[in-house]
């Protein structure tokens, strides 16, 4: 699994473990370990680190000082290094002395710079460090615009990038690696900062963290949430996951939704809806109950809201009646945020929603009062979005998006990374939210079934999209997820 960890914390176990180290070592595992990965970057693209043009980047503090003493391993070995003061007065002492003993070149003037950042083979950003706040000044912005022919390499986060929230507020500078030094920061993870870190490397410099606030499932963490039957299992101790959706209207939203649950592992889906006959037509192994959730057989959970159209309160308001989980999707959440949080009141058992951020921000009107917050406002935050829709519900939140992040009332978050952009397509929800409650049937908290439903629907959406990627329909995501299922227990 993936920990990323905000600043503060960050801050607090660097000095901790600088307090037991003689001055200067925690900044020289940091750029031995940016070094090395430069030198493997460097030989992939040219051969061998002699006689390549590497550009450094270097801005005040740490951040600039760990990029100066990575240039110097680098010229050490040959390497033809420049480095480009944007705020010389403020440079590190240290890092530039180390450059120019090991024969790099020093420049402040940003014409040259940005001349040598163009034809760099390698350009190390060490502009804004994770401490940075808004997007690069006006000075180094020039660069995030700037043609360039190399690699460049981040140090620690890309320079604009938030690294608490992933929020760009501004300009920043796009990688193609990010190396980040002892944890992961959660503007690694989360769009938009997620978009301009490329590829991803940690350097452990020897930090003792705290549990994290931000995590990231990776396939064994998958595979170990898979709920899988034992000899003794039958489809009831499976766990029947019970579905409220579709209409008249919207007869589609109930096929996808079911679609998902039977792919969810689950022994059972339970469907109540005006989609009956379609339903068992397509999937004559579900379950039909006529009526609403009130009148249905027992379910282990609910799934209320794709496509519900003119019943989505009643449906809403009975499920959310009954002592099982209940995941609240689409039309059912847009009853919710017009019956507001109290809605959720009294509930034993846990709830689940899923919006995305124009639900989002219709939840939010309805907790909050007001108008409802821009959708693009919230985009731009999802951190702080769906900690926010958590706490106002007291429910986990699935905030889909490009990065979908799911967050639950006690703080924990987790963000999915196997996302897809062909995942933006009609009835990709209904698919996902059958799945996520077919996994919450199984017994699993709100917190693991939303996780590890994003993670196998991106999987799904990848395979079925193919390599180099093409449209898909939300019903072939559905078909993918076996699939998904089967690469994730063979990791």
Not at 316 to 323: H, K, P, V
Not at 385 to 397: C, D, E, G, K
Not at 424 to 436: E, Q
Request: aromatic fraction near 4%; hydrophobic fraction near 45%.
């Amino acid at each position: 699994m993936r920990h990323a960890h905000p600043v503060e914390t960050v801050r607090a176990a660097e000095a901790a473990l600088m307090a037991r180290l003689p001055e200067g070592t925690l900044m020289q595992r940091a750029a031995a370990g940016l070094a090395a990965t430069c030198a493997r970057l460097l030989t992939r693209r040219r051969g061998r680190v002699y006689g390549g043009r590497v550009t450094v980047l270097a801005g005040s503090g740490d951040n600039g000082g760990d990029a100066l003493y990575a240039g110097a391993a680098l010229a050490r070995r040959g390497a033809r290094v420049t480095a480009v003061l944007l705020t010389p007065e403020k440079a590190h002492p240290g890092g530039l002395a180390a450059l120019r003993a090991a024969g790099g070149r020093v420049t402040a003037e940003q014409e040259v710079g940005l001349a040598e950042f163009s034809r760099a083979d390698l350009v190390l950003d060490g502009i804004v460090g994770i401490g940075g706040r808004g997007g690069l000044r006006p000075g180094a912005a020039p660069y995030a615009r700037a043609g360039r022919s190399g690699i460049v390499v981040a140090v620690d986060l890309p320079s604009g990038v938030d690294a608490d929230t992933g929020e760009v507020p501004g300009e920043a500078l796009r990688a193609d690696v990010t190396v980040c030094f002892g944890t992961y920061k959660p503007g690694l993870l989360i769009d938009p900062g997620a978009e301009y870190t490329g590829a991803v490397q940690l350097v452990d410099i020897g930090l003792e963290l705290p549990e994290p606030e931000v995590t990231a499932l990776q396939h064994a963490d998958a595979a170990a949430l898979l709920p899988l039957p034992g000899a003794e299992s039958d489809k009831y101790r499976r766990g029947v996951v019970g579905v409220a959706a579709g209409s008249a209207r919207y007869p589609g939203a109930a096929l996808l939704a079911v679609a998902g649950a039977l792919r969810g592992g689950a022994g059972a889906v339970r469907y109540v809806g005006t989609a009956a006959e379609e339903v068992v037509r397509r999937f004559p192994e579900t379950l039909v109950t006529e009526g609403g959730p009130a009148w249905a057989g027992r379910v282990q959970a609910w799934v209320v809201g794709p496509g519900g159209g003119e019943g989505a309160r009643q449906a809403l308001t009975e499920a959310l009646a009954s002592d099982v989980p209940v995941l609240v999707d689409a039309d059912g959440l847009t009853e919710l945020g017009r019956l507001g949080p109290d809605a959720l009141a009294g509930r034993t058992a846990p709830t689940l929603l899923t919006p995305h951020t124009g639900e989002a921000a219709r939840l939010l009107a309805g907790a909050e009062g007001g108008a409802p917050p821009a959708a693009e406002e919230l985009a731009a935050a999802r951190l702080a979005t769906a900690r926010r829709l958590a706490a106002a519900y007291r429910a986990t939140v699935l905030l889909k998006g490009s990065t979908t992040v799911v967050a639950d009332p006690g703080g924990a978050v987790r963000v999915n990374p196997t996302g897809t952009s062909w995942l933006a397509t009609a009835g990709s929800g209904d698919v996902l939210a059958g799945l996520a409650g077919s996994l919450l049937a199984t017994g699993l908290s709100p917190l693991d079934a939303a996780s590890l439903a994003a993670y196998l629907h991106g999987l799904a959406a990848r395979e079925a999209a193919g390599d180099p990627g093409a449209p898909v329909t939300a019903l072939a995501v559905a078909g993918a997820l076996p699939t998904a299922w089967r690469a994730v227990r063979g990791a």
